[in-house]
């Protein structure tokens, strides 16, 4: 099966600063990889999507880029805000039945 | 109701005993999730339904744990002689699940259940 691997683990910018987070993935068949981002106690939401046929997909100061040859995918988020405090989840999907997390990223934006 | 609903949200159950997770998924998905999140990690797949068909089970840890999705909307997890193992967030998430491929996930709030 798939397997997801997500780093770092934790990582903490000051706010403007930018953060990047990065997912590898084992199954060429994976074609959907959406981006989460959980915040504590509540529900895991979806920030942003992409399919494999795109290489970047942009929504104002977050972005996701797609290197399928390398089978790795980034979640950049510009100008953070403590608002964006979080653990973001990347996930891989082929077929729609199954998603594969990765293990998370705890991101802090210090003010 | 508009999105993904669970309950209960918390659960403290004595170890042995039997417990019953509810997912009431958003009106229409066709596709309804199971995942297992433990403190600290990622969601880790249990079940997948597509209306009431169970197609895949194969992230059930043991024959402890059991589905189900009868009318193809609600539907339970059941956790029997419950287990420390077993203490973890249980997420709930649906989708559409058109043909066009996979989609978003809606996740409900999650049942927390604590195993003493």
């Known amino acids: 099966g798939e397997n997801v691997e997500q780093h770092p683990s934790t990582l903490s910018v000051q706010e403007g600063d930018s953060a990047v987070i990065k997912c590898t993935y084992s199954?060429?068949?994976?074609?959907?990889f959406p981006w989460y981002k959980q915040e504590l106690g509540k529900r895991p939401q979806l920030i942003i999507d992409i399919r494999s046929n795109v290489g970047e997909k942009k929504d104002q100061r977050i972005a996701v880029t797609l290197n399928k040859t390398a089978k790795h995918f980034s979640l950049h988020i510009t100008e953070t805000q403590p608002e964006d405090s979080a653990v973001y989840f990347c996930a891989a999907s082929y077929t729609g039945n199954q998603f594969y997390f990765g293990t998370g990223t705890s991101l802090t934006v210090i003010p | 109701g508009a999105g993904v609903s669970q309950s209960p949200r918390y659960k403290v159950a004595k170890r042995g005993q039997d417990v019953a997770l509810r997912c009431d998924p958003i009106?229409?998905?066709?596709?309804l999730f199971w995942y297992q999140q433990a403190l600290g990690q990622g969601p880790e797949f249990l079940t997948y339904?597509?209306?009431?068909?169970?197609?895949?089970k194969s992230g059930l840890p043991s024959d402890r744990f059991f589905a189900e999705r009868p009318e193809g909307s609600v539907s339970t997890l059941k956790i029997q002689r419950t287990q420390q193992e077993d203490s973890a967030v249980y997420l709930c998430a649906s989708s559409l699940g058109l043909a066009g491929g996979p989609g978003e996930l809606f996740f409900g709030e999650g049942s927390r259940l604590t195993v003493l």
């Open positions: 009106s229409g998905h066709v596709s």
């Open positions: 199954d060429s068949a994976s074609n959907y």
């Open positions: 339904f597509q209306n009431e068909a169970q197609l895949d």
